[in-house]
């Protein structure tokens, strides 16, 4: 039997042996690929521990109501039943707002579980069974028998689109829009082509393989080690020290492997809250794994209606801009993302207007889903401009490029990189652009309509504050570590990577630590920041224990580098020497061991160039081509081409950035065809929650994906040159979908996911069925 099983501790992922010296920008496989497909890798759930509880949440049934009554009795009967948590008897817990504030929170109330007897929104953890087994415990779940006082409740977007509010600004990472320029309006009424189309954006949930889940492992002296499905380990744990008033050296937060998230893990969920609870209360070991239905009962992609307007003269110029966004959040919060903004950056326009506004409903607070805000909005603007393009008989690329934008217009300020262009002209010509045939329904074959469509994609190119730290043994081994996190995108991999080239060692000899709460400060992995932010404190502290190592070098007696400067020197082949004077190379190992070090050690806070970057708009750009087959009679659409042509800085590890650009592309082309979430409006309830009935991408779905990375260096953004790549890969790719689909059929499809029904209903716009909109001069926008 594998003895890693006997062990709590997470496996630690390292390059295989002779993998060898790297150079940023190598194509390598992630290390702790092994790990995973080896079932090495332990995920939040899989901790082995002594004296385990079960826990399983047990859910409302209304939308929107009190608990009247709660009948325990059979539950309570079952055997290996330990107890039942609800609000009437539950552990004491702080009540203030401030305790349950994340650092991702919006600005509002946070949800409190188990709290109180009011119910919220359907789906909501009304109780927690606790038992010996999860059998025990999910079979009692269902004898949970609960009474409720119901009071009407409202979860349909478009019916309520004439009550939007204007939201609260207070939302790491949100940014209101620009103030209007110029007289948009009167621009689009005098304008000679216009277009004027209304978009509506269903509701996503998150489906990651791996569901939300908390271990809390209580130590004999009373310290909490919490394994939790997280996107930030120092982020659950602050929360878990203020919402149960534990010190910080009371709990740790672990997240070393994650089973994907992209924004479901940014905040705490509610099992973590409750399986601390759970183990406060019975002074024992704690598991509360959520089930695949209940990943539909927290936060969400938002609902989204939009209205755009554009208005050109007949050489295809803009000469007005209006995109109007209302979306949904909470009552209880205000969950806000940039939607419009957008459509102020990406095209050149003297007259522009953008509003984004909330409508407050009985869901849970929408939570951030990969590129929130631009999966949305992008899409609205990029159909949109592909409608100006029909309307004025014009190539849509050349509609792009003649209103390119060179400096962001709303603020007046230049990109501090912006190979966009080179995008467009890559990605164009790789895919055959230039022999489209303008007209919809030119291209067949056989029984399918054949479509070819483009869209434009962007996104933040994000830096926040971060330290890492790192040793250096005697043996030439290097630790490096930081409080960051892996959901899959390949963290471990670069930031082995980073440190192994600027020290010039193999990558076998370099481990990173993270996902740990006790490990130097990381910023939330989220918003594609990690490489600029953590990446670049891994270099800067790297580049402090170069400078330790050249000092130690420097002053052996009878030394190559004596008299030199740090900035003639170079790290390679696990040693140090004068630049292009391999004759001088000093090995790391023998510098220790004659200046009498067992080990180096640095630490270093990486804090963000404000003064710099606050002169510059700092993003990441893509050019998507696509291809579609549309079989008319059936209404079924298959993407059989994509070209994603990006420009996202410096590339420092190929493989797995290509790997999150084709994940987004997939989560695009998802976006566009399959997911959506139903609610019935009469219970107030998602419907589908599950994979049966909630549709994402299979292997079938997807056919063949070219990624082009423009050569771009950005240090502006970070000292590496980097930008992200985790979200740019999805923007754009469901409005180039929809274009190419229109190009196939000559019907234009404003609202996603675009599923048979619509592809072959008749007319343009919201297909029917959909649900009525309501006159625009009724919704006050």
Known sequence: MNPYFHSVEPVQPIAPPGTGPVALGDALPRIDGVAKVTGQARYAAEYPTADLVWGVVVSSTVARGRITAIDLTQARAVPGVLDVLTHENRPHIRKMDLFYKDMTAPAGSPFKPLAGDEVLYSGQPVALVLAESFEAARYAASLVRLHYETVPHETNLVAHLDRAKEPSTLKAGYSPPPKPTGDADGAFAQAAVKVDSEFYSGVEHHNPLEMHASTVILGDDGHLTIYDKTQGSQNCRWVVSRVFGLGKRKVTVKNPFVGGAFGSGLRPQYNLILAVMATLHLKRSVRVVLTRQQMFTFGHRPETWQRVKLGAAPDGTLQSVVHEAIAETSRAEDYCEVVVNWSGQLYHCPNVRLDYKLVELDHFTPMDMRAPGAAHGVHALEVAMDELACALAMDPLALRLKNYAERDAAKDLPYSTKELRACYQQAAERFGWAARNPEPRSMREGHELIGWGMATGQWDAMQMFARAQAVLHADGRLEVASAATDIGTGTYTVMAMIAAAAMGLPLEQVTFRLGDSRLPVAPIEGGSSHVATVGSAVQGVCEKLQKQLWKLARALPGSPLAGSRIGQVEFVGGGIQLRDVPASHMPLTQVMAAAGHERIEDKYLMLPHILTQK????????????????????????????????????????????????????????????????????????????????HVPVNADIHDIDVIFVEEDDRIVSRLGAKGVGEIGIVGVAAAVSNAIYHATGRRLRSTPMTPDKVMAPGDGWAAGDTAVLPVAARGV
């Open 615 to 694: 002169k510059y708009v700092r993003a990441t750009h893509s050019a998507v081509f696509c291809e579609v087959r549309v079989d008319e009679e059936f209404g079924t659409v298959r993407v059989t081409r994509v070209v994603s042509a990006v420009a996202a800085g410096r590339i420092l590890s190929a493989q797995t950035a290509r790997s999150q650009i084709v994940g987004g592309i997939v989560w695009g082309i998802s976006q566009a065809l399959h997911e959506e979430t139903l609610c019935d409006h009469t219970q107030g309830r998602f419907m589908n929650h599950n994979l049966g009935e909630y």
